[in-house]
């Protein structure tokens, strides 16, 4: 099976792995807010409520840029199109945010949870390449007159 065939499901497991990483990370911060709220914790000062909401808010909205990007993948397999600019600039941030949290959770996490960021990258990363905008011909390296045309008639100079 190739790139072209294996496209469509290969978007729509990347789809499924971003809404419950979504749900993850929301279930994640709620529970972080939960223990900042009922554990008084503060940090420089800042009150416990405005800590604990601010997780519970970080959360939602990580969450719903995931889901965001879950419904462009599932887009892109439903159309079977390469998504727009706008889209693919999204996706192709949401594949760095997995590099940069891949990078960070090794050191802080373990293993296992730099695997799993690295497994969406990959998923992210094949979506994006197997649906990579095409151009229209395809010219030779040296450009037109390499592709064995005639030559271009030179033009007359004056003297």
Known sequence: MG???ARR???VVTAVVLVLEAAGIVLLNWILSVFVDKQQMSMAGLKT??????AWIGGLVFG?????????ALRCA???RAPGGFARVVLIGCAVIHGVVGAFTVGLVGWTAFIGAMVVLGLLIFT???YAPTTGTAEPAGGPESAGG???AATPTAP
């Open 150 to 152: 005639p030559e271009p």
């Open 78 to 80: 439903i159309r079977d």
């Open 128 to 130: 994006l390449l197997a």
């Open 49 to 54: 409520h405005a800590m604990a909401a601010g």
């Open 64 to 72: 719903l840029y995931l889901l965001f990007c879950a419904y462009l």
């Open 9 to 11: 499901p290969v978007a």
């Open 3 to 5: 790139a072209v065939a």
